[in-house]
């Protein structure tokens, strides 16, 4: 029998691992191991904007920015606490020459090793200001930020 105090310690590793390839695999456009990642009853929030219901519907919106969109993350800090496992992040999203760099902290829930929670906090000023800072970028190419 194993002892519940290394399976307690085991879990929470076993769940941030699951958001990390997940998170890397939405970066590298890698789709399959993304979807793999999420389970089918899947509640994905961007806080503010509307809730995406199920995996099928956010694999759609994934992949319906494939070539247009690039997606960079840059996970700063990583916890987790059973289940849940929470990110402090710098994501970017890149149309062409535009890059919109902006910071996020994100709440996953994992259960049987898929996310079954994604939950995305962010300040729509600082969204503002990286749409700014994207737009000079466009205009002068040596003020363009990165990861």
């Not at 085991?10 to 793999?36: G, H, I």
């Not at 089918?40 to 519907?57: E, M």
């Not at 969109?69 to 496992?85: L, M, P």
Request: aromatic share 10%; charged share 20%.
């Amino acid at each position: 029998m194993a002892d519940q105090s290394t399976t307690a310690a085991q879990a929470p590793t076993s769940s941030v691992k699951t958001v990390e390839t997940f998170l890397n695999a939405l970066q590298e456009q890698d789709f399959a191991t993304a979807e793999n990642a999420l389970a089918q009853n899947l509640v994905y929030q961007n806080v503010g904007l509307p809730t995406i219901y199920g995996r099928n519907r956010a694999m759609k919106l994934f992949r319906s920015m494939q070539g247009r969109t690039g997606f960079e993350v840059k996970i700063h800090r990583i916890a987790a606490d059973g289940n849940a496992v929470l990110t402090e992040r710098t994501d970017a999203l890149v149309f062409g020459p535009l890059r919109l760099q902006f910071w996020v902290c994100g709440v996953f829930e994992v259960h049987d090793g898929r996310i079954t929670l994604w939950r995305d906090y962010f300040d729509f000023l600082d969204m503002f200001k990286a749409t700014l800072r994207g737009l000079a970028g466009v205009a002068v190419p040596s003020l363009r930020t990165s990861l």
